[in-house]
Every structure is written in structure tokens, then in C-alpha cells.
């Protein structure tokens, strides 16, 4: 039986919303959606946004359907000269989906430049405020009347295997989650090592993030199988697998450094096409 092509249903995606009277009622041509749904296929992240032309030339004829994009915080590594909110409708219309990535604070125990505080009632109001900060970025980036629904994604690396440090961090992604969870409410995620964020921990939380991203580098895609995460956690349609480290890929001219990913969870925006090269 043939199917259309990732690609080849992307470029009916202009005539298909003409077909949603509700949808052209609330949004302009092209406009970023917002909200998210589950997805499943292969994405990459990279530091900092590619421009929309080399964009235009990975979404030719690769294996990717998302890019990971780094919206901001205190302890981001790149600048994004391109990151804008014309940016985001622009890879949109291409066809990409993308998820959001925070990096404020780290670990009170590593030797980051901005650190959650070890008191859990501060850790605590960070997170909140962090959450905060997220959204104001969204806004910034265009989701002015369509952030509810989003996935955020926070960035946690590596820290030191303490009882105080990893206590900090969990009341610190508390806050994130709780405040994510205020109308209108974006989906919490978090990104991290899958043993040296001690991401098993977070599954324990109160209320603990609505889905995770592990960096597992061990080439295998499927999300089923993330070191350190029991497989009852985040099971369903919960995850995301940065499954190869840094780097160089190269198509239609353009090389870009970039992570490997699979998706099997929440991607921006909502009505996220199915994509021809499925990993899990």
C-alpha cells in the first residue's frame, strides 16, 4: 500500500487548512498555531537557529520533521540572531515542528554561572519564576493569543549525585511544573542526561513534568529504551530521545552541528503531521 510522504503531505498543508473554517476564523495564513500533540518522528537540535533558508534546504529530502530551538534563559549557550516570530511561521509554512527549550539556572552543585539556591522554598519560587520567564519568551516569539497548550521544555544538565543538590533541583522543576500549569497552561517538559540529571527522580515528583527529553547516546532512536528511566515512566507518548551527540550533518549544501532526536511525545504546534520516518 503507498502512503504520501512526510514531505509530500506537508506541501498540501496550505490547501488542507482551507478546508477548516474554524481554523481560518482565528488565525491568518500561516500563523504559528501554538498548543502541541503527540508526534513521532526523527528532529534535531542545535545550538543556534539556522536562518529559514538553510532550514528550507533540511527539510528537503532529510530525515528530520522537528528542530529543537533555545527560546532563551540565563545559562543559553548560543545567541539567536534568528529566532524570531517570523521565524517560527516561517518553518512552520515549510513544514518543521519544533520544541522549546529553557536554560535558566542549573544545579546548586555544579559550576554554572546561575544556580538554583539549595533552600527548598527558593528553589521552589524559582522554578516558578523561571516558568514565568518562559512565557514571556513565547510571547515574545508570537504566542500572544495561542500559548495555552504549548510544550516547554526545561534544559537540566548533568549535576553531582548529592541528596541536597538532587532535593534542590526537584523543588526547583516543582515550580516549573506548578506554574507552567497556570492558565493558560503550557505542557512542562524537562531535558536532561537520563542517569546524571537523575531524571528517575522527577518521576516521583508531586506532579512531576508532563513529559521528558533524555540525552541517551547510545544510536539507538527508539524511546522505549532510555538508561536509567524505568519504562512505566512518561509511557505514554511521554518522551523524547536525544539518542547521538554533537555532530556535523550536511544536506543541500548547508552543514549544521547538530544532536540526533527522536520523538515519540508533545511537539509545537498543534496538528503535528505524522512524519515517514518513525523511531520508536
Request: charged share 10%; with cysteine; proline share 5%.
Amino acid at each position: 500500500m503507498h502512503s504520501l510522504s512526510r514531505k509530500a503531505v506537508a506541501s498540501l498543508l496550505p490547501s488542507l487548512l482551507v478546508c477548516s473554517s474554524t481554523f481560518l476564523l482565528t488565525q491568518p495564513a500561516h500563523a504559528y498555531p501554538g498548543g502541541g500533540a503527540a508526534f513521532n518522528g526523527r528532529g534535531f537540535d542545535t545550538c543556534a537557529a539556522p536562518s529559514t533558508s538553510q532550514m528550507q534546504a533540511w527539510w528537503t529530502n532529510t530525515p528530520w520533521s522537528w528542530v529543537g530551538v533555545y527560546i532563551g534563559g540565563a545559562v543559553r549557550g548560543c545567541s539567536q540572531p534568528n529566532l524570531t516570530a517570523s521565524w517560527m511561521n516561517t518553518t512552520y509554512s515549510q513544514g518543521w515542528r519544533h520544541t522549546l527549550i529553557w536554560v535558566g539556572p542549573q544545579a546548586p552543585c555544579t559550576t554554572f554561572s546561575s544556580r538554583i539556591s539549595y533552600d527548598s522554598a527558593t528553589a521552589y519560587q524559582q522554578g516558578k519564576d523561571e516558568a514565568v520567564k518562559a512565557y514571556n519568551a513565547l510571547m515574545a516569539l508570537g504566542f500572544t493569543n495561542n500559548a495555552a497548550g504549548t510544550p516547554v521544555v526545561y534544559d537540566m544538565e548533568g549535576y553531582s549525585n548529592t541528596a541536597s543538590c538532587k532535593a534542590a533541583v526537584k523543588q526547583f522543576m516543582q515550580g516549573w511544573v506548578d506554574q507552567l500549569a497556570v492558565a493558560p497552561a503550557q505542557v512542562s517538559g524537562v531535558y536532561g542526561s537520563a542517569c546524571n540529571s537523575y531524571l528517575s527522580d522527577l518521576a516521583t515528583m508531586a506532579r512531576p513534568p508532563k513529559f521528558v527529553w533524555a540525552a541517551n547516546w547510545d544510536n539507538n532512536p527508539s524511546t522505549a529504551t532510555l538508561s536509567c528511566v524505568s519504562g512505566t515512566s512518561w509511557a505514554s507518548h511521554q518522551r523524547l530521545k536525544q539518542y547521538q551527540g554533537d555532530h556535523n550533518e550536511t544536506y543541500g549544501g548547508v552543514t549544521i552541528n547538530i544532536d540526533s532526536n527522536c520523538a515519540n511525545g508533545p511537539l509545537a504546534p498543534t496538528g503535528g503531521l505524522n512524519s515517514a520516518s518513525v523511531c520508536n
